[in-house]
T-cell receptor, first 116, second 114 residues
Framework: DTEVTQTPKHLVMGMTNKKSLKCEQH?????MYWYKQKAKKPPELMFV???????INESVPSRFSPECPNSSLLNLHLHALQPEDSALYLC???????????????FGPGTRLTVL | KQEVTQIPAALSVPEGENLVLNCSFT??????LQWFRQDHGKGLTSLLL???SQREQTSGRLNASLDKSSGRSTLYIAASQPGDSATYLC?????????????WGAGTKLIIKP
């Protein structure tokens, strides 16, 4: 199974809402990533988890809060977002320790987020 | 600093043609290079991964080459089909002191006309 799944596929939320994005993989990967992608741009790295520990936070605003409950799951909690946060949010995973071995990353289908 | 460039930004060709997409990078000290496909509004599909020690990888009608010394990779698509229409992104795994990250090109939007 080389699949990364993400739920929900689409999410519309107001600026005062709290919501969560979920990501799951069953490939035994120990590195998981959150990316944000705006239209016609490449993905931008947000967070990296390695062995369930946050190893990289690319200066992301605190209204985005990641969580890695176990080695297969990755969540992104959203609170008080702004309209400019509307984007495609992608989850990825890879073998081994994140960013120490440059391993191939596998991406999920993404969650299309719209903030009103 | 590593910079990745993809040329052209967009390409439209008739069905059945063979085509080449280009990716160039400024620092040859990469760990590997990945080619991805992204359909409009969708996630990324990994097409081919080339390790820094390899020269090329093949998968079906796709062939990717890597020339580290010149800082270039090409993705060759044979006998193109309308279903190949998508944006193709290349990304290099690059870093300092063994702390690697993916550096992305801006992508090439490919349209295959029936």
């Amino acid at each position: 199974d080389t699949e990364v799944t993400q739920t929900p596929k689409h999410l519309v939320m107001g600026m005062t809402n709290k919501k969560s994005l979920k990501c799951e993989q069953h490939m035994g990967h120990r590195a998981m990533y959150w990316y944000k992608q705006k239209a016609k741009k490449p993905p931008e790295l947000m967070f990296v988890y390695s062995y369930e520990k946050l190893s990289i936070n690319e200066s992301v605003p605190s209204r985005f809060s990641p969580e890695c409950p176990n080695s297969s799951l990755l969540n992104l909690h959203l609170h008080a977002l702004q309209p400019e946060d509307s984007a495609l949010y992608l989850c990825a995973s890879s073998q081994g320790q994140a960013y120490r071995q440059g391993n191939e990353q596998f991406f999920g289908p993404g969650t299309r987020l719209t903030v009103l | 600093k590593q910079e990745v460039t993809q040329i052209p930004a967009a390409l439209s060709v008739p069905e059945g043609e063979n085509l080449v997409l280009n990716c160039s990078f400024t620092d040859s000290a990469i760990y590997n290079l990945q080619w991805f496909r992204q359909d409009h509004g969708k996630g990324l599909t990994s097409l081919l991964l080339i390790q820094s020690s390899q020269r090329e990888q093949t998968s079906g009608r796709l062939n990717a080459s890597l020339d580290k010394s010149s800082g270039r990779s090409t993705l060759y698509i044979a006998a193109s089909q309308p279903g190949d229409s998508a944006t193709y992104l290349c990304a290099v795994s690059w870093g300092i002191d063994s702390n690697y990250q993916l550096i992305w090109g801006a992508g090439t939007k490919l349209i295959i006309k029936p």
